[in-house]
C-alpha cells in the first residue's frame, strides 16, 4: 500500500524553501500524508539526503507518531519525547529532531519518508536511522515519500 505524502511549504520536486533550511530558520517543514491503512498501530519518519559527498546523510527520524495524525505543522520542537508520544532520535547532526537542508555545493534531493507500522515501537531517544530500520522490519503496512530539493544561495 501506498501513502500519498505532500507538503503545503513545497511541491513533489520542487524547491524546498529556505526558511526550512540552514539558510533560514532551519526549522521542520509542515508535511501532510493520507492513505495510513486502519491497522496501523504508528507512523515513523525518516528524512535523508541521498546525495551527500560521504553517502546518505539523515536528516530527521521519528516514530510512535499516533495513526490519527494525519499531518505534523512546521517547527517541530527538537525534543526527543512529543506530548502527543512520538519519539524523535538522533540525526547525522548528532541531536533528535529535525536538521534541515545544507548542501555543501548543487542542488541535493531531500526524501521525507512516512512509514504507516503494525506496531509502536521501544527505542531509545538515542536510537538512529539504522536502529529504527531494524525495529520497523516486517511491521512496514504501507509507505510513500515526498522529496524536495535544495540549492544554498
Not at 11 to 37: F, R
Request: proline share 12%; hydrophobic share 35%.
Amino acid at each position: 500500500m501506498t501513502i500519498s505524502v505532500s507538503s503545503p511549504a513545497f511541491l513533489e520536486g520542487g524547491m524546498i524553501p529556505s526558511k526550512y533550511t540552514c539558510d533560514g530558520q532551519d526549522i521542520s517543514p509542515p508535511l501532510k500524508w493520507a492513505g495510513v491503512p486502519e491497522a496501523a498501530k504508528g507512523i515513523a519518519l525518516i528524512s535523508e539526503d541521498p546525495d551527500a559527498p560521504m553517502g546518505t546523510w539523515v536528516h530527521w527520524v521519528m516514530w510512535n507518531i499516533p495513526p490519527s495524525v494525519h499531518e505534523l505543522a512546521e517547527n517541530v520542537p527538537p525534543a526527543p519525547d512529543l506530548p502527543d508520544g512520538s519519539r524523535q532520535g538522533i540525526t547525522d547532526f548528532g541531536r533528535p529532531g529535525y536538521g534541515g537542508p545544507s548542501p555543501p555545493s548543487g542542488v541535493h534531493r531531500y526524501c521525507f519518508k512516512v512509514y504507516a507500522l503494525d506496531t509502536t515501537l521501544d527505542l531509545p531517544s538515542s536510537a538512529r536511522k539504522a536502529d529504527l530500520l531494524k525495529a520497523m522490519k516486517g511491521h512496514i503496512l504501507a509507505e510513500g515519500q515526498l522529496m524536495g530539493k535544495y540549492k544554498r544561495r
